[in-house]
């Protein structure tokens, strides 16, 4: 797997050609290039996963000698499914978030490419390299490597890490595009130094595991497969007099207190609804949580005679927290038919927000709120444990739907007004004869 300059997107063939076959145990993927030159390594069969000593064995016969500048790029989460997805093989590779890295393999003499190195809990590509060079680690960024003067009398090992997509703020592609954006910064300080260097990118965990099940627990011959049911969780619920008054469910009920702080899922953990309080026109849900966050959630219903029905609004959501108190408005976007529950796939206070800050302290404006897959209901739910059918947030006609039928019917106005036209369009109905007298039309006429 030693080649000058290659491209990327062999890389990524070679991924899938390797993974065809073969055992779906956890491995993570590594690159390794060089501008000194590197010891070519014997190409492995199909699904050959690559063992830790083996790893070693190389590095030794690599690093073992001399003196050597080594960059390991650690990212959070690496698997051979980032390069598939997101490097541009099936559409445009222009649009790859790995335009950095596969410039650097380029334009190395020599490149070597491990599609699949065991990984059994935790990433021993470090320890390795920082055994067979016999140097404690250093942590840099791209800043700091500028300034930093490299030694090539003794070996270095300089250690980048670069992060994954665990967050809410970006998605996975623009995160590996600012991995790729560092990976070629350094490349480019390094080139200017006119240092030798050997750069490694691997991954500290796979970002896709896959669980391996062994075959001697089929049973032989055909069977019906059924799909496996995953465990739902029960939904919060109020209860008064022994009969459910409020339900709510949510995958994730998340709450930050800042931007820089960890998000806070009420969902993880049951939280206690002992404050609620709920009767015919309004209801409070109360949850507190044991880190001793409050979130509170007021509804009211009421009749309005041009639908001839009562309806329900979540007038507020309310978050207390460090003694201070933050405010979210949510009945212009969360409502529904009182007998109803209400639905939304996403229900944020900072992007599409249905939840609108009104917050007048200045320590909380940077409180924001994210539940995933949320459903409510304050109202009409009797003796049962089920929510009533859900008004969900997302119309029937969405934006997309509205242009698609505004555009037909302006191309259809100008189909019928130019059929018009064709259609008031005379023919001459008298020929002149150049062998008889010429026509004569009266100007009355």
């Excluded at 997509?165 to 600012?178: A, F, M, N, R, Y």
């Excluded at 309080?277 to 219903?301: E, Y």
């Excluded at 029905?309 to 003694?323: H, K």
């Amino acid at each position: 797997m030693t080649g000058p300059r290659c491209w990327l997107t062999a890389f990524i063939g070679l991924f899938c050609a390797l993974f065809g076959t073969g055992s779906s145990t956890a491995q993570v993927p590594l690159l390794l290039w060089s501008n000194e030159g590197l010891p070519p390594l014997a190409s492995s069969a199909a699904g050959h996963i690559t063992t830790n000593d083996q790893l070693a064995s190389y590095l030794i016969s690599a690093f073992g000698s001399g003196s050597h500048t080594v960059l390991l790029f650690l990212q959070d989460k690496l698997s051979k499914d980032d390069f598939t997805v997101f490097g541009g093989v099936y559409g445009s590779q222009r649009d790859g978030a790995f335009q950095n890295l596969q410039a650097a393999l380029q334009s190395s003499p020599t490149t070597v490419t491990l599609p699949a190195l065991e990984w059994s809990g935790s990433s021993a590509t470090l320890a390795l390299l920082q055994e067979t060079l016999g140097v404690s680690p250093l942590l840099i960024d791209a800043d700091a490597l500028s300034q930093l003067s490299i030694s090539t009398s003794a070996s270095n090992l300089l250690l980048i890490n670069l992060p994954y997509c665990t967050g809410l703020q970006k998605s996975c592609k623009e995160v590996l595009q600012d991995n790729d954006e560092i990976i070629g910064k350094v490349v480019t300080i390094m080139e200017s130094k006119n240092a030798p260097y050997t750069a490694v990118y691997t991954g500290l965990q796979p970002s896709r595991v896959i669980s391996e099940t062994s075959l001697s627990n089929r049973p032989a011959g055909r069977s019906l497969l059924q799909a496996v049911v995953p465990d739902v969780k029960p939904p919060i619920m109020f209860n008064v007099s022994g009969s459910p008054c409020i339900m709510l469910w949510a995958q994730n009920l998340n709450v930050s207190l800042s931007l820089n702080v960890a998000w806070v899922d009420f969902a993880t953990a049951t939280p206690s609804p002992t404050e609620s309080q709920c009767n015919g026109t309004h209801s409070r849900l109360v949850l507190t949580h044991a880190s001793g966050i409050v979130l509170s959630f007021a509804m009211s219903q009421k009749f309005y005679p041009v639908s001839g029905r009562n309806w329900f609004t979540l007038d507020s959501v309310t978050l207390q927290a460090n003694g201070l108190v933050g405010s979210f408005i949510g009945s212009r976007g969360i409502y529904a038919p009182a007998e109803y529950s209400f639905h939304c796939q996403s229900v944020t206070s900072f992007r599409d927000a249905l939840l609108v800050p009104n917050n007048t302290n200045t320590n909380t404006t940077q409180w924001r709120l994210n539940f995933i897959d949320f459903q409510i209901q304050g109202f009409g739910l009797g003796n049962t444990t089920n929510f009533s059918y859900a008004s969900d947030c997302a119309g029937f006609f969405t934006p997309g739907i509205w242009m698609g039928l505004l555009t037909s019917l302006i191309m259809l106005l100008i189909f019928v007004y130019g059929l018009h036209m064709i259609m008031q369009l005379n023919t001459m109905d008298r020929f002149d004869d150049p062998k008889g007298p010429s026509i004569s039309v009266p100007q009355l006429e």
